[in-house]
């Protein structure tokens, strides 16, 4: 039976609205690393690969805690950021921030994959045709390479409402506020009472996880029978 | 299936099955924010009864238990709180004689030696203070319950950050993210750059204590035994009070 308490529908709010936001703002910056690891040729390239997938094998409490020295009150980026005003740490949108450095990664690898699956000579045959890089960018290689965007996006999606380990140490574990369904469910199960509380987040958890799976299957059986 | 494959699985099953234990064993179980004191107290214990090694399992003491309901071995008990203490022994998993008191805590505010905070009245004062998540970390309990009890929560409420563990309240006082923090006294002595600003008075929480038992298993292992008389000794109790825990 579910048994959810008021800050437990807080946390699964929360979960999707930071899950989104993380998908939303890591997008544009997602399709721009894996277009310039993809078609890109510049000295540095391995390691800029290096880097984008270092999150991947990174445990999440060493990207927590990095992210805590380099926006923190005396981080070099924190400090800016605290002179004009704005506080990243123990607010939803460290939350964010966690959790797009942890799926970044992820999101990259599957818009590369559908970067990399288009066929070169579409993109040549498009820039002989005298379309520009940007062009080629927008008409050509972005529709083709749909499918895996879409497979970043929902990846990451998933990948955002399980982050754990980085979030609490950025945003806390405060209820209301920063509290996701996998800080919640950490709570309730530190305490022997309220196993039925942890179980019941457990089912949500898993039922959001199994839409958001099961939606883009659909989506991308619909896509590849429009091609 | 052929019968080689049935002889190779038997012999796989065979190597699953649990392990005697070996004599001179002792298995710990202990709360995380015991390690360093654990460890030195085993060290010690070591010195003496040289033919005697530890197993050390450190963790949340709700992990440990779980991992002990469901079997793991363990000889040796030390818990952060009487909830998970009384949920082992409701399950006949604790030799029941045996559960004691290892040792106490006190809980004290720290902060950046500037403010000016010398007690639950000053609190108002600072814009952000850690606490560990009431639910999950039993410092942050006491400390909610401590605020509670001062009558300070309405006006603290938006104030709290609650942190993982009594650990991360540590380093967020320390880096200044946060102004001040509840944690043990025994986690304030690690502190460098923060100080303790004030005790809280024990008026205000119910007494911090970390119960010990053997297990049912553990009960059985005489050395395991005479590591529980030591910890219980005035050998132990040195090493205890050099850590910052309270003796009563």
Same mark, same amino acid.
């Given at each position: 039976?579910? *048994?959810?308490?008021?800050?437990?529908y807080d946390?699964i709010?929360?979960?999707?609205?930071v899950?989104?936001? *993380?998908?939303?703002?890591s997008?544009?910056?997602?399709?721009?690393?894996?277009y310039?690891?993809?078609?890109?040729?510049f000295?540095?390239k391995v390691?800029?690969e290096?880097?984008?997938?270092?999150?991947?094998t990174?445990?999440p409490?060493?990207? &927590?805690?990095?992210?805590l020295?380099?926006?923190?009150?005396? &981080?070099?980026?924190?400090s800016l950021?605290?002179?004009?005003?704005i506080?990243?740490?123990?607010?939803w949108?460290? *939350?964010?921030?966690?959790?797009?450095?942890?799926?970044f990664?992820?999101l990259?690898?599957s818009?590369?994959?559908?970067?990399?699956s288009?066929?070169?000579?579409?993109i040549?045959?498009?820039r002989?045709?005298?379309a520009?890089?940007?062009?080629?960018?927008?008409?050509?290689?972005l529709p083709?390479?749909?499918?895996?965007?879409?497979?970043?996006m929902?990846?990451?999606?998933?990948?955002?409402l399980?982050?754990? &380990?980085?979030?609490?140490?950025?945003? &806390?574990?405060?209820?209301?506020?920063?509290?996701?369904?996998?800080l919640a469910i950490?709570?309730y199960?530190?305490?022997?009472t309220?196993?039925?509380?942890?179980l019941?987040?457990?089912?949500?958890?898993?039922?959001?996880?199994?839409?958001?799976?099961?939606?883009h299957?659909v989506?991308?059986?619909?896509?590849?029978?429009?091609? | 299936? @052929?019968e080689?494959?049935?002889?190779l699985?038997?012999?796989?099953?065979?190597?699953?099955l649990?392990?005697?234990?070996?004599?001179g064993?002792?298995?710990?179980?202990?709360?995380?924010?015991?390690?360093?004191?654990?460890n030195?107290?085993?060290?010690?214990?070591?010195?003496?009864?040289?033919d005697?090694?530890?197993?050390?399992?450190?963790?949340?003491?709700? $992990?440990?238990?779980k991992?002990?309901?469901?079997g793991?071995?363990?000889?040796?008990?030390?818990?952060a709180?009487?909830?998970?203490?009384s949920?082992l022994?409701?399950?006949?998993?604790?030799?029941?004689?045996?559960i004691?008191?290892?040792?106490?805590?006190?809980?004290?505010f720290?902060?950046?030696?500037?403010?000016?905070?010398?007690?639950m009245?000053?609190?108002?004062?600072?814009?952000?203070?850690?606490?560990?998540?009431p639910k999950?970390?039993?410092?942050g309990?006491?400390?909610? =319950?401590a605020?509670?009890?001062?009558? @300070?929560?309405k =006006?603290? =409420?938006?104030?709290?950050?609650?942190?993982?563990?009594?650990r991360d309240?540590?380093?967020y006082? =320390?880096?200044?993210?946060v102004?001040?923090?509840?944690?043990?006294?025994?986690?304030?002595?690690q502190a460098?750059k $923060?100080?303790?600003?004030?005790?809280?008075?024990?008026?205000?929480?119910p007494p911090?204590?970390?119960?010990?038992a053997?297990?049912?298993?553990? $009960?059985?292992?005489?050395?395991? $035994?005479?590591?529980?008389?030591?910890?219980?000794?005035?050998?132990?109790?040195?090493?205890l009070?050099?850590?910052?825990?309270?003796? @009563?």
């Open positions: 039976m579910l *048994a959810l308490t008021s800050t437990d946390a709010r929360l979960s999707i609205k899950a989104a936001a *993380a998908m939303a703002v997008l544009p910056f997602g399709v721009a690393f894996a310039l690891l993809t078609f890109g040729d000295k540095g390691l800029l290096v880097v984008v997938n270092l999150p991947l990174l445990p409490v060493v990207i &927590g805690y990095l992210l020295l380099l926006l923190g009150k005396n &981080g070099w980026l924190g950021l605290d002179a004009a005003g506080r990243l740490i123990f607010t949108k460290a *939350a964010v921030i966690a959790s797009a450095c942890v799926g990664p992820l990259v690898r818009i590369r994959i559908g970067m990399e288009i066929d070169m000579q579409l040549q045959a498009s002989t045709l005298g520009t890089w940007h062009d080629t960018l927008v008409t050509v290689i083709l390479s749909l499918h895996g965007i879409i497979a970043g929902s990846l990451m999606f998933a990948r955002s399980g982050e754990f &380990g980085a979030t609490i140490i950025v945003a &806390g574990n405060i209820p209301g506020v920063t509290q996701t369904i996998p950490y709570d199960a530190s305490s022997p309220s196993e039925d509380l942890a019941s987040l457990c089912a949500v958890s898993i039922a959001i996880s199994v839409v958001v799976l099961f939606s299957e989506f991308d059986k619909k896509l590849a029978r429009r091609r | 299936m @052929k080689p494959t049935i002889k699985l038997c012999l796989f099953c065979l190597l699953l649990p392990v005697r234990t070996l004599a064993e002792v298995k710990l179980s202990v709360a995380a924010s015991l390690k360093d004191v654990v030195e107290l085993a060290d010690g214990f070591a010195k003496k009864h040289p005697v090694r530890f197993q050390k399992n450190y963790g949340a003491s709700g $992990a440990l238990a991992q002990i309901e469901n793991a071995p363990s000889d040796v008990f030390i818990s709180n009487l909830e998970w203490m949920y022994k409701n399950k006949k998993l604790m030799d029941a004689p045996s004691g008191t290892f040792t106490y805590n006190t809980l004290v720290i902060g950046s030696s500037g403010k000016k905070v010398s007690g009245n000053d609190l108002f004062k600072l814009h952000s203070i850690a606490v560990g998540s999950s970390v039993p410092a309990a006491y400390a909610m =319950e605020i509670k009890r001062a009558g @300070k929560d =006006e603290l =409420e938006n104030k709290l950050v609650m942190a993982r563990d009594a309240c540590l380093t006082a =320390e880096r200044g993210e102004d001040g923090a509840f944690v043990y006294r025994t986690d304030a002595l460098k $923060a100080t303790v600003l004030f005790t809280v008075s024990q008026g205000l929480y911090v204590i970390y119960p010990m053997l297990t049912v298993t553990g $009960a059985k292992n005489s050395d395991a $035994a005479s590591f529980y008389r030591f910890l219980q000794s005035a050998e132990a109790k040195v090493v009070s050099k850590y910052g825990f309270a003796l @009563k």
